[in-house]
């Protein structure tokens, strides 16, 4: 099962990921209280041995302009767009970079059939709470038991489906019993406001417990 920890804000928060098995980190480029520059970004992965962890970009209506000049600094895997960035937007992007494109999804009773107009654009969707007058990074979570409805649609699409929004070390356990294929944590990571490691491992080995459960 994939994991993403987002929001990495300092050296020392890229650091704690990577004594983790975590296999994607996430930088924020929108506005946010964890938004960072793409000049530290470039400056803390240029320190530290990043292995084979992906790097991603969180975007939120950006230009395609902000987008490229991001990525002559920061080698980006992965784009993740956190708006209302339509289905042609993502074409284009597409076009103009060699990354991924994840989608964020909102949940909502339409947001199946949101997903359903990205299809063939995305290879992955983020599916987070619907909070008033922000993106993401709440903390809150959304009515989980309709997560296996976007796992379906996902799949059905081929793309990765992960959930986000309130995953943390108190919620985690709850979270697997609807059998996520992935998950994407930011202040569930965290201990005020800096990345905890013993939080992330304690979420990376009930997962590890989990998929080795399921697979017997």
């Known amino acids: 099962m994939n994991i993403k920890v987002c929001g990495h804000q300092s050296l020392q928060d890229v650091e704690t990921t990577l004594k ?22 470039r400056e803390w992965i240029d320190s530290v041995d990043i292995k084979e962890k992906k790097l991603v970009g969180v975007f939120v209506n950006a230009s395609f302009e902000e987008i490229a000049d991001i ?43 949101r997903m359903k107009t990205y299809e063939n654009t995305v290879e992955g969707y983020v599916i987070d709470a619907k909070v008033s007058g922000q993106w993401g990074g709440t903390g809150q979570t959304f009515a989980w038991e309709y997560i296996p409805q976007y796992i379906e ?16 070390v108190d919620t985690i356990d709850q979270l697997l019993t609807y059998s996520p294929s992935a998950i994407d944590i930011a202040s569930g990571s965290e201990t005020n406001g800096v990345k905890d490691l013993a939080k992330i491992k304690t979420i990376e080995d009930k997962v590890i417990s989990y998929v080795t459960a399921s697979s017997r």
């Open 71 to 113: 990525l002559k600094v920061v080698p980006l895997d992965v784009i993740q767009c956190h708006g209302t960035e339509s289905p042609a937007y993502i074409l284009t992007l597409k076009q103009m970079t060699n990354c991924e494109i994840w989608k964020a999804i909102h949940h909502e009773p339409s947001a199946v059939e």
């Open 20 to 41: 983790t098995d975590i296999g994607y980190l996430g930088f924020i480029f929108a506005p946010s209280k964890r938004r960072v520059q793409a000049e530290q970004v």
């Open 153 to 168: 649609e996902a799949k059905r699409q081929g793309a990765e489906c992960y959930i986000a929004g309130g995953v943390n």
